[in-house]
């Protein structure tokens, strides 16, 4: 068993050790006996007393310790998507900006064609929007990661004066969702589904 799957399973342990009443409605989730059922990552996720199950599959990765984190941090707030907030603007980022930047922002730069083409099944596939704001490059849309953590895309074509760029900011309110550390690994996996769906 790796590293990983250790984690999972400590988390799922401690989770079902003092499992909330109102758990799904903290999720929110829909509740079939001692498991939870709601969206993850662009794709359906069980949380059962033992495993996580994203799409089809067992999920052992870092993901998966993504979304044990946010079980476990659940609460009864509301997500608050304005003001969005950049990713450097969260306590304690320091150590993450680079590697979110690059892994979240960068990685998509050279895609931003394609993904222009493909956003509206993109945003189906995280129940997201794609509404048409000012200030918001040439294009944009909100993605649901986990359902109550918002990622604001936006993107921005190159041209004569200044290369491609990407944006990724977060609902005002996630860090009560997930510490900053497990935020920066949800932006990365939302961008690594992102090229999966392309």
Known sequence: MSNYENIIKGNLQRLYSHLPADLADRLPATRVGDDFLF?????????APDTIIIGDKTETGPAGIVISLYALQATGIACRLAPYKAFREMSDSMPYVGAFASNTERVLMEHIDIIEREAGRIVAQFNGSQEAQPDTGDFSFILYPLPKIALNYIFYRA?????????CLFSSNAPEFLKTDA???????????????L
């Open 39 to 47: 969206q993850a990552f662009g794709d359906s996720c069980r949380i």
């Open 159 to 167: 041209d004569d004066e200044f290369p491609a760029a990407v944006t």
């Open 183 to 197: 935020l920066a690994d949800t932006g990365e996996y939302t961008s690594k589904k992102i090229l999966d769906i």
